[in-house]
């Protein structure tokens, strides 16, 4: 495995903009649609997911739960769910 941020040509305490950039640049590159060589965009793609985080499976959860919280959203679907039970659209 190589070094993928000598793959992106970018810093080891690059930020999350520079790193973006970084593997657009590349990505251009690389990319076959542009006549790059599909193992080596494979190798950027690896490298931009491994600095990302977006390789381990970690997934951030949704706008709505980072905002709200779980308490409060979950009280807004119940609220929500009761409103249609008691008045349900009729078409």
């Excluded at 970018?10 to 599909?38: F, K, N």
């Excluded at 985080?53 to 769910?81: I, M, N």
Aim: hydrophobic content about 40%; overall charge positive.
């Amino acid at each position: 495995m190589s070094d993928p941020h000598r793959v992106l040509g970018i810093r080891p305490g690059a930020g999350p903009a520079e790193l973006r950039r970084a593997w657009h640049r590349r990505a251009l590159e690389t990319h076959p649609d542009r006549g790059g060589d599909p193992a080596a965009f494979a190798v950027v793609l690896d490298a931009f997911r491994r600095l990302s985080g977006q390789g381990t499976g970690h997934r951030s959860p949704p706008v709505l739960v980072r905002r709200l919280g779980p308490p409060a959203l979950a009280l807004r679907w119940w609220r929500r769910r009761v409103d249609r039970v008691r008045h349900p659209r009729v078409v």
